[in-house]
Structure formats: structure tokens, C-alpha cells
């Protein structure tokens, strides 16, 4: 059966700092890969996916950028945080047209 | 970006009680999800639609892919306090399957 892990649970960053959130997938190959963010807990907003290694589709303009080195890898990350990227994201994986499936998410608090 | 129209927004239900919420679109789609989101968790998939008109249950759940393509609904029977969360629904578009399309989700509170 297919796996998503997800890490850290929590992170705690100065404003100006750098970011990297780490997805991994296991028992499934070349998926659809997903990164979220949600505030407040309602509503949902795509930052970036993937349908293969190297190809990344940013959905908004942001101070945070994607990357996908390996099939099953999907990595978050930002040069220089700010208070506005706190939030709770979420990492996510697909078979292309059919339903996503979340990690346990990162809650990401800048201070 | 394109959202659905998710309603209700919130509800308040004493245990027992059976639950009805619904999202629409404008355009057609191709498919139907309904997650819940446990607070500080991900959004764990309940049901998966894929055809107009598919009704589909999973125990206590039952939702339907609208005709038209452009709704579905979940109902929820005999809440139960572990049902409280928050209740999105998504699709695919007829032009796009690789992005989902979200509700901004109902708010489920359960009165044991």
C-alpha cells in the first residue's frame, strides 16, 4: 500500500531564515506530488505540484519555491522566511485524475 | 482560482442526528471527493465519485455525483461526537485532472 511521510510535525523559524520541508512517497511510482498551505484551518490553497522529476508548477507568486531531485521526493523551501508564510502545510500525492492523499502536515510558526 | 460554492458553512447537531451538506460549481466535472480534516491533521479521503450519478456509501456516509456534473452532496446518519471536523468537498474539472478544485470546507460541530 502506498505512504506519504511528512516532516517535521512542527518547526518553530526565526523571520529571515531558510525553510526545507521534506515529502516522501512509498509503493507508488511516478505520482503526482502536492504542496499546500492552509491558514486557520479551513480552505485549502496549491503552491506547487509536480508530475515528474524536475517539473514543478508554481500556482501563486511567493518567497517560497518547490523542488522534486527524485520520484518520490518533493521538497519545500524558502531562501528568507516571513511572518506571512506561517501556516500549516500540507504534502500530497496523487495518480494522475484520480483523489489526493495528504500527509500529516507541518505547522510552521515564524517568529 | 476556481473554488466551489460549499454549503453549509458550519453546523451545530445534537448526536443523533443525520447531516446533509453540498458543494456546486459552475463548470463540469470530471470527479468528486469528499475529505474530513481532524484538527491538526491532514485531510483523510472518505468518498470518491467518478461517474454522474454514482451514489456511493461508506458506512455512515453516503454521497452522490450530481447528474448535471456540476454538484454532489455527503450525508452523514446518526452523527456520532467522533464525526465533529471539517468536511471539504473537491473535484477535477472537465479541462484539468491534475489540480483539484476545493470547497472551503463545513465545519461539523456534534452536541453528545
Known amino acids: 500500500s502506498q505512504t506519504i511521510h511528512q516532516w517535521p510535525a512542527t518547526l518553530v523559524q526565526p523571520v529571515g531564515s531558510p525553510l526545507s520541508l521534506e515529502c516522501t512517497v512509498e509503493?507508488?511510482?511516478?505520482?503526482?506530488l502536492y504542496w499546500y498551505r492552509q491558514a486557520a484551518g479551513r480552505g485549502l490553497q496549491l503552491l506547487f505540484y509536480?508530475?515528474?522529476?524536475?517539473?514543478i508548477s508554481s500556482e501563486v507568486p511567493q518567497n517560497l519555491s518547490a523542488s522534486r531531485p527524485q520520484d518520490r521526493q518533493f521538497i519545500l523551501s524558502s531562501k528568507k522566511l516571513l511572518l506571512s508564510d506561517s501556516g500549516f502545510y500540507l504534502c500530497?500525492?496523487?495518480?494522475?485524475?484520480?483523489?489526493?492523499?495528504f500527509g500529516d502536515g507541518t505547522r510552521l510558526s515564524i517568529l | 482560482g476556481q473554488q466551489l460554492n460549499q454549503s453549509p458553512q458550519s453546523m451545530f447537531i445534537q448526536e443523533g442526528e443525520d447531516v446533509s451538506m453540498n458543494c456546486t460549481s459552475s463548470?463540469?466535472?470530471?470527479?468528486w471527493l469528499w475529505y474530513k480534516q481532524d484538527p491538526g491533521e491532514g485531510p483523510v479521503l472518505l468518498i470518491a465519485?467518478?461517474?454522474a450519478g454514482e451514489l456511493t456509501s461508506n458506512g455512515r456516509l453516503t454521497a452522490q455525483f450530481g447528474i448535471t456534473r456540476k454538484d454532489s452532496f455527503l450525508n452523514i446518519s446518526a452523527s456520532i461526537p467522533s464525526d465533529v471536523g471539517i468536511y471539504f468537498c473537491?473535484?477535477?474539472?472537465?479541462?484539468?485532472?491534475?489540480?483539484?478544485?476545493w470547497g472551503l470546507g463545513t465545519s461539523l460541530a456534534v452536541n453528545p
Open positions: 463548470s463540469i466535472f470530471n470527479t
Open positions: 509536480s508530475v515528474g522529476i524536475g517539473q
Open positions: 500530497a500525492w496523487s495518480a494522475i485524475g484520480n483523489a489526493q492523499h
Open positions: 509503493g507508488t511510482s511516478n505520482p503526482n
Open positions: 465519485l467518478y461517474k
Open positions: 473537491a473535484g477535477h474539472n472537465a479541462g484539468n485532472n491534475r489540480k483539484l478544485i
